[in-house]
């Protein structure tokens, strides 16, 4: 408070607004660990949704890791008629890479072992592409 003018002062004032942002910043802060949380989780299910499907199509005699061909840093799964479709797989854990969605810009990354493909998620299907002409192989 000043002597002067019985006001607030300039400080006091500061301290007020900084405290009121610091508030609001700590709001959004928790709004986004549970949004982060949130998109975790979905990841982690999505990845054994995915898993589960890929075990099943494994079972029914559809082209598995025998059929993946190698390009761009990473696996392409090419079906017995030669197309190549536009999902990439770790070349370690053969697991479909997914677009990660806390970094920026966002990267293709295996879930289980972090490798992260030298190409950004929007470049997935010229990547594709590339192998496709590569492997002279379907669409
Ligand atoms: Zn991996």
């Not at 079972?59 to 079906?79: R, S, Y």
Request: hydrophobic share 35%; charged share 25%; with cysteine.
């Amino acid at each position: 408070m000043s002597w002067i003018t019985g006001k607030p002062d300039k400080d006091e004032n500061l301290a007020a607004e900084l405290q009121a942002r610091a508030t609001e910043l700590e709001a959004s802060r928790a709004e986004l660990k549970a949004e982060n949380s949130r998109l975790v989780k979905e990841n982690r299910e999505l990845t054994d949704r995915v898993s589960m499907m890929e075990r099943g199509r494994a079972q029914m005699g559809v082209p598995t890791a025998a059929h993946f061909v190698d390009g761009n840093g990473v696996l392409w799964q090419q079906a017995a008629d030669g197309r190549i479709e536009a999902v990439c797989y770790c070349p370690t854990c053969k697991l479909v890479m997914t677009p990660l969605p806390s970094g920026y810009p966002e990267e293709m990354v295996c879930t289980s072992c972090k490798y992260i493909a030298p190409f950004h998620p929007e470049k997935l299907a010229e990547a594709a592409q590339a192998v496709r002409d590569l492997a002279g192989g379907g669409r």
